[in-house]
């Protein structure tokens, strides 16, 4: 069984520590670890500590610091720019889109989207999502999640590959960089518009004939990248 994994500001240094704050009651509260078990802290920036809980009290364990590791930044890096779509299926998106390995999410003001984001507060929720599927996932990167942008406003170096449920072009033919970045563009429920789609200046393409729902079409493409990829 893997370890679960807690996410700090910065590793501690030295032989022994104490996981207070949210992570310290999410670990002794909610998981109930116990003197004896083992867990991983990483600082969301590709370094990961090994530690076993001396001790538990409410809200806090005190750790025994063991072997520190350092993961390198996956490249090509992949970002994914992700129509902001209503009630819970933006959330669910950057959730499954983190725990298949994204790197970077954008949400994106589409034309079509029938959200309006008119204040911070969906943006935190969703880099709270995107957080917790860190954890569970136990990614060593945290995924930037930017503030959100409009058509005029997004601007990425090539390729971009847009999901289009017209596209003749297959995700798995067309040509993957070695290095650098690869930009995905997921539309919100009503699919991207024509005018975007030539703004955007990316390739169309599509992951066959079904049609699937904003919420799942970037994981299920992320996913097919990261085979291409080399990464699963």
Not at 1 to 22: I, K, N, Q
Not at 80 to 86: D, F, L, S
Not at 94 to 123: C, F, H, M, N, Y
Not at 203 to 228: D, F
């Amino acid at each position: 069984m893997s370890l679960p994994l807690f996410l700090v500001d910065e590793l501690p240094t030295g032989d022994r520590w104490t996981l207070a704050g949210s992570e310290g009651h999410h670990a002794a509260n909610v998981q109930r670890l116990t003197a004896g078990e083992a867990l991983l802290l990483g600082d969301g920036r590709g370094s990961l500590l090994h530690a076993v809980v001396l001790a538990a009290r409410k809200g806090e364990l005190d750790l025994s610091l063991d072997a520190a590791s350092h993961v390198p930044s996956p490249d090509p890096t992949i970002t994914v720019v992700q129509g902001i779509a209503k009630g819970e299926r933006g959330e669910l998106a950057v959730q499954l889109l983190t725990e298949v390995g994204a790197d970077r999410i954008v949400p994106w003001q589409a034309a079509r989207s029938v959200a309006r984001w008119k204040d911070a507060k969906p943006l935190d929720r969703w880099r709270a999502t995107v957080r917790e599927a860190v954890k569970q996932s136990r990614r060593a990167w945290l995924p930037e999640v930017t503030a959100a942008q409009t058509t005029r406003q997004l601007s990425f170096p090539a390729p971009v590959l847009v999901l289009h449920e017209e596209a003749s072009t297959p995700l798995s033919a067309v040509p993957l960089p070695s290095t650098g970045s690869i930009t995905l563009v997921v539309g919100p429920e009503g699919g991207v518009a024509p005018e975007e789609l030539a703004a955007l200046n990316g390739t169309p393409v599509r992951l066959g004939p079904e049609v699937l729902r904003t919420s799942t079409a970037g994981a299920a493409a992320v996913a097919a990248l990261s085979v291409r990829l080399g990464r699963w």
